[in-house]
């Protein structure tokens, strides 16, 4: 199983980027896919998450202008970032549970100037 993430950037604030985490492999369920993210000198914190059923949470700060979606079809998670700040600058990555296994993706930089 792979998780391949894309789709960062350099971007200034208030734009928008959308990240993609295309997930390939033999995956019989997945329980969870979430984008994570880890900016210099912190903590890999969570963004946002999104069940195997659809259903989404946030990292508080970050309600009503980040967005996790799936397109079960294309194996794809998406995260979908608007109003961007240069506080949200940081490697994004998305990460996915299925049965008692967890993966990584690569990590996408995200840099926002102001």
């Known amino acids: 199983v792979q998780l391949q993430a894309f789709g960062g950037g350099l971007v200034q604030a208030g734009g928008s980027l959308r990240l993609s985490c295309a997930v390939s492999g033999s995956i019989f369920s997945i329980n969870g896919v979430a984008w994570y993210r880890q900016a210099p000198g912190k903590e890999r914190e969570l963004v946002a998450h999104i069940t195997g059923g659809g259903v989404t949470h946030y990292t508080d700060s970050l309600k009503g202008r980040f967005a996790i979606s799936r397109d079960n079809a294309k194996n794809t998670v998406y995260l979908q970032m608007n109003s961007l700040k240069p506080e949200d600058t940081a490697v994004y990555y998305c990460?996915?549970?299925?049965?008692?296994?967890?993966?990584w993706g690569q990590g996408t930089q995200v840099t926002v100037s102001s």
């Open positions: 990460w996915m549970l299925t049965g008692d296994d967890e993966y």
